[in-house]
T-cell receptor, first 114, second 113 residues
Framework: DADVTQTPRNRITKTGKRIMLECSQT?????MYWYRQDPGLGLRLIYY???????NKGEISDGYSVSRQAQAKFSLSLESAIPNQTALYFC?????????????FGPGTRLTVL | AQSVSQHNHHVILSEAASLELGCNYS??????LFWYVQYPGQHLQLLLK??????LVKGIKGFEAEFIKSKFSFNLRKPSVQWSDTAEYFC???????????FGTGTRLTIIP
């Protein structure tokens, strides 16, 4: 979905490095989410934000932090990457106005931690 | 906390076969239900959704799903699959007024030509 973009699309890094994944959206949505996808585990919520001043932990927030720099931007950081954070990471957005939970996904970032 | 179960982890079918993928959820209140599809190497795309009204919903590419409230189910169906349906399928549930979704673990569908 071209309205939700993620950078980088692929990243290989080493254990202990700090990594930032970025998400931008042009949908005008208030709500943004970060998920990780692992084979056999589906999508698990890391953090979510309902507006610029609202940040909430998801089910697997340990080892991650986020920043909502503006309505359109939501960044995910790994302060000290470890190999079990190797995964596919997705950003998503949803519209407060509809109240129907539908989320729109970015193309994903494949992160490999060596 | 709500949960979503997709019991079929990997389904292999021949082209033209009929498909049904199971999805069950645990939540007693008003729910919004979704099926997302992820084609190889791509991001998640919405296949279909149910918010209210007719429990039989039709989505893109000939897919449909039926919401059966008494069974807490939202199974995905397609009468005749194609090779291009090879993908991973995720069921997701949200409860009205809560902007989070809970995803199932996904079902990998492989269609043999």
């Amino acid at each position: 979905d071209a309205d939700v973009t993620q950078t980088p699309r692929n990243r290989i890094t080493k254990t202990g490095k700090r990594i930032m994944l970025e998400c931008s959206q042009t949908k005008g949505h208030d709500r943004m989410y970060w998920y990780r996808q692992d084979p056999g585990l589906g999508l698990r919520l890391i953090y979510y934000s309902f507006d610029v001043k609202d940040i909430n932990k998801g089910e697997i927030s340990d080892g991650y932090s986020v920043s909502r720099q503006a309505q359109a931007k939501f960044s995910l950081s790994l302060e000290s990457a470890i190999p079990n954070q190797t995964a596919l990471y997705f950003c998503a957005t949803s519209d407060l106005g509809t109240g129907n939970n539908e989320q729109f996904f970015g193309p994903g970032t494949r992160l490999t931690v060596l | 906390a709500q949960s979503v179960s997709q019991h079929n982890h990997h389904v292999i079918l021949s082209e033209a076969a009929s498909l049904e993928l199971g999805c069950n959820y645990s939540y007693g209140g008003t729910v919004n239900l979704f099926w997302y599809v992820q084609y190889p190497g791509q991001h998640l795309q919405l296949l279909l959704k149910y918010f209210s009204g007719d429990p039989l919903v039709k989505g893109i590419k000939g897919f449909e799903a039926e919401f059966i409230k008494s069974k807490f189910s939202f199974n995905l169906r397609k009468p005749s699959v194609q090779w291009s349906d090879t993908a991973e399928y995720f069921c997701a549930v949200g409860n009205f007024g809560n902007e989070k979704l809970t995803f199932g673990t996904g079902t990998r569908l492989t269609i043999i030509p």
